[in-house]
């Protein structure tokens, strides 16, 4: 398995292509990047997301920090937003988040952020990458160590920080005393959401919340991996149920029917929500940020408060950055990631949790109910292996039977027709094309799905011939 280099990070499986020497590496990289932009003394924020090779790994970055002169803040176990905010809200030059996000659990990796608490974007990773090339990096003497500080109050500072949005009215939460079902996969969420629950006075069902870092299932929070959750939820009558992936950077729900409420429609709830509140209080101009795949929800919802949606590459930076240039007061991605600017510029569960608690300690029902109140569209994912055949090559053949449709070529290729529309992107890593189409219904979103596999493989097919 190769190591996977983007502007996410890196990550692998450790013990084979993310190795001790290959985490020194990206480590000692980071610094000599940073040191283009900063004379003196720098100083890091370091967190980690529960894994059990995170301690390790941890003890690795921070050793080669210290040995390079760097100031180390270790904040523990924590989610990534956490250590976002951490960078943002102190006098550090950058971050490093120990984390595979939804990885199995074998692998690990790394985030990098810069001094603004954001992570770097497509220039900012090239030049970072560029440092790799370095062979010799300036270890310091044994006189000339850095500090290392352990400072674990971030976990409550997040808390605070969450509560206080001015979305947000704690009383009204606690007052419905909301029965939840929470899984935490037994990683950073454990950390800090039992505790924000506990705050707002919910009767809190625990599962996979001990931080071990052994999770008992597969960690992305899709349907099919949730099936525990689910009914759970049903068994105990709770409100909803919340789950997170392992560094709480993603928000998935579980309705009081013990169904999926749909990672799309965290975001799109919670645009509904914001929308409504600053339509009330007479602003105007609103903008929103999304990615290229995010439901088409969101546009149906910005047009109802004449609100303007733009739509960037998938990628939690390529989001943030827009956000910032448009002025957005919220934005995100549709993997149940939300964004509010009010707080910090990352997608953060906790920010999502609260704001979808506000919204339903308002709402006269239950959260079956608040869905059933928004645009209703369905998402069918797929991949298809183009070995040796080059994706770029791929995607132009498509492109061009397309031409009259309104096209996107930011990130792959976009078509949108009147009544659904098919996201083709290439992956960096694989030697396949994936494949996002939304529709009316699921039957049409999966038969495009299918339509588009069949002409990707009708074209490679005929190169091969």
């Known amino acids: 398995m190769s190591l996977i280099t983007s502007i996410s990070g890196v990550r692998g499986i450790f013990g084979e292509s993310l190795t001790p020497d ?7 990289a980071f610094v000599a990047y940073n040191r283009i932009k900063k004379a ?24 080669t920090l210290i040995s390079l002169g760097c100031d180390v803040e270790a904040i523990g176990v924590c989610p990534t937003p956490t250590v976002s905010l951490a960078v943002e809200k102190s006098d550090a030059d950058g971050g490093i988040s120990i984390t595979a996000s939804h990885n199995p659990i074998e692998w690990n990796g790394l985030k990098f952020f810069n001094e603004n608490g954001l992570f ?91 931080m071990s870092g052994v999770f008992t299932r597969i960690p992305e929070p ?16 709770a409100d909803l149920g919340i789950v997170v992936d392992p560094d709480v950077d993603r928000l998935v729900l579980i309705t009081e029917k013990g169904e999926p409420f749909g990672e799309e429609y965290t975001i799109a709830s919670v645009i509904n929500f914001i929308l409504s509140k600053e339509s009330e209080s007479g ?12 439901t088409r929800a969101v546009d149906d919802i910005a047009k109802k408060f004449n609100a303007s949606v733009y739509r960037v590459p998938v990628g939690e930076i390529n989001v943030a950055k827009e956000i910032i240039r448009r002025k957005s007061i919220v934005g995100g991605e549709g993997s149940g990631g939300v964004i509010l600017p009010e707080l910090h510029y990352a997608r953060d569960a906790l920010v999502g949790i ?45 492109h061009s039977k397309y031409l009259t449709e309104r096209t996107d070529t930011q990130d792959g290729l976009k078509i949108d027709f009147s009544d659904y529309w098919v996201h083709l992107r290439k992956s960096n890593t694989e030697p396949i094309i994936r494949i996002i189409a939304e529709a009316k219904s699921q039957i049409i979103a ?13 074209f490679t097919s005929s190169l091969h011939r």
Not at 186 to 196: D, K, R, S, T, V
Not at 360 to 379: A, N, Q
Request: proline share 2%.
């Open 283 to 294: 602003k105007n101009n609103l903008n929103v940020v999304v990615n290229l795949s995010t």
């Open 446 to 458: 999966k038969n495009l799905v299918e339509e588009f596999k069949k002409e990707i493989y009708n």
């Open 354 to 398: 609260v704001l979808v608690l506000q919204m339903l300690s308002e709402f006269d029902g239950t959260i079956s109910d608040l869905k059933s109140e928004l645009p209703e569209y369905f998402i069918n994912k797929d991949k298809i292996d183009i070995k040796g055949i080059e994706p770029d090559k791929v995607l132009k053949e498509i």
């Open 120 to 210: 770097l974007d497509a220039d900012e990773t090239k030049i970072f990458l560029e440092m790799l090339k370095n062979k010799s990096p300036k270890y310091v003497s044994w006189d000339k160590l850095a500090n290392y500080r352990i400072d674990q109050s971030w976990i409550d500072k997040h808390i605070e920080l969450s509560l206080n949005l001015k979305y947000v009215n704690v009383e009204s939460i606690r007052k419905k005393k909301f029965k939840i079902v929470l899984d935490c996969i037994n990683a950073a969420g454990g950390a800090i959401i039992p505790e924000l629950l506990k705050k707002l006075n919910c009767d809190i069902i625990e599962m996979n919340c001990d």
């Open 40 to 63: 003196g003394k720098l100083k890091f924020v370091i967190g980690r997301d529960g894994r059990i090779t995170g301690k390790v790994i941890a003890n690795l970055v921070s050793s």
């Open 222 to 237: 899709l349907p099919e991996n949730l099936t525990e959750v689910m009914q759970k939820v049903k068994e105990e009558g």
């Open 22 to 28: 290959i985490i020194i590496r990206y480590t000692e």
